[in-house]
């Protein structure tokens, strides 16, 4: 029987073991390596080629969707399950689009992880069905541009109008507008709701 090589990319240390340790209990399956952030992981999946690699998406250095990227422009074949906290729709988007075949939440059983790691092994995709739901829900809606993001960000950060406008080097007049776009584009009437939204769906982060 050949052995499914697993590459686990994941920057907490308790929760990478636990992810080995329940891989490690499969016949069919063995952990080559654990990376600690993105950049380890691109370095780590060169080194190993494994066939399958669980790559959480908000890791130091590099994040997860970046580090799809470049393992797949090396790799075109490679085959990576996200395994993330983060369940917002543009997080979902990018992974996907990034390249990757599996998208788990970590809430998810250790049955639900051993089934998509055989599936994505075979060649096909593993979407549970919240997921595909949300993915849905991101094509079907307005997206934001890159300035319309930028201004949400800083948004969520607690920026006013005028810090908004005195980092991005525009208008007070512009900021507004580009308020009204997003108010519009998430459905919210003010900027509360625009910050709920935008942290829910993956368009904005606090920790930045």
Known sequence: MSLIKILIAEDHAVV?????????????MSVVAQARDGQAA?????????DIALMDLRMPKLDGADAITQIRSEFATARIIILTTYDGD???YRGLQAGAQGYLLKDMTAEELIEAIRLVQKGK????????????ERL?????????RQVLQLLAMGRHNTEISATLSISERTVKFHLGNIFGKLGVSDRTQAVIQALKRGFAQLER
């Open 16 to 28: 990478s073991q636990g992810l080995a340790s329940i891989l490690q209990d499969e016949v069919d």
């Open 42 to 50: 691109v370095e780590l999946f060169r080194q190993h080629q494994p």
């Open 90 to 92: 543009v997080d979902i």
């Open 125 to 136: 995709k593993y979407i549970p069905l919240a997921v595909a739901a949300k993915l849905a």
């Open 140 to 148: 079907n809606s307005e997206t934001l541009t890159e300035r319309e």
